[in-house]
């Protein structure tokens, strides 16, 4: 069972207009939530992430929001550009227990267009 | 970036011969992680490790073992191959098992079992 979901595949959105990424998880356990971003052939790297106790983190172009009653968490890049288009995988993490064990989403390939 | 390297980076065998991944760190972080990416299902914990020969499964364990004997290595071996275990494989590495220290991913090796 998918613990964390992001159910759109694929995004397009025009260059300079804003991006909206989604995710929903089903464990209350998470606790923390990130957000990786993966180019083809690379492996994936940190983008931002929001602990449970704030609704919402920014950094410069990403806004990253959490909705912890509907469960939802969203990724806002606004203005959205060409290098921006990218594989986009939420993840979250349990309790700290010892180790990190993130679980993560089935990624959604977001296409900036010019 | 992280100093993380992983070999090979590209492995074709076929169906019940071992194949051993090597991630190889040159950070001296504690933590290190083997994950799988497949289509649909994003990417999923294999094994971690917390130190020298300390490991714990992950979430997709099973026709995978691995081995820590220095800090800097962290070895994946699949004992008997399957056409199942044609992924791309990532290793990760972070300095703490917090969420919080942010986890850095190897670029990946693609493995066909035929």
């Known amino acids: 069972d998918q613990q964390v979901k992001q159910n759109s595949p694929s995004l397009s959105v025009q260059e300079g207009r804003i991006s909206i990424l989604n995710c929903d998880y089903t464990?209350?356990?998470?606790?923390?939530f990130l957000w990786y971003k993966k180019y083809p052939a690379e492996g994936p790297t940190f983008l931002i992430s929001i602990s449970s106790i704030k609704d919402k983190n920014e950094d410069g172009r990403f806004t990253v929001f959490l909705n912890k009653s509907a469960k939802h968490l969203s990724l806002h890049i606004v203005p959205s550009q060409p290098g921006d288009s990218a594989v986009y995988f939420c993840a979250a993490s349990p309790n700290f227990q010892g180790a990190q064990k993130l679980v993560f989403g089935q990624g959604t390939r977001l296409t900036i267009n010019p | 970036d992280a100093g993380i390297t992983q070999s090979p980076r590209h492995k074709v065998t076929e169906t019940g011969t071992p194949v051993t991944l090597r991630c190889h760190q040159t950070?001296?972080?504690?933590?290190m992680y083997w994950y799988r990416q497949d289509p649909g299902h994003g990417l999923r914990l294999i094994h971690y490790s917390y130190g020298v020969k300390d490991t714990d499964k992950g979430e997709v364990s099973d026709g995978y073992s691995v081995s820590r004997s220095k800090t800097e290595d962290f070895l994946l071996t699949l004992e008997s191959a399957t056409s199942s275990q044609t992924s791309v494989y990532f290793c990760a590495i972070s300095e703490g098992g917090d969420p919080r220290y942010e986890q850095y991913f190897g670029p990946g090796t693609r493995l066909t079992v035929t």
């Open positions: 464990n209350s356990m998470f606790d923390y």
């Open positions: 950070e001296n972080h504690r933590y």
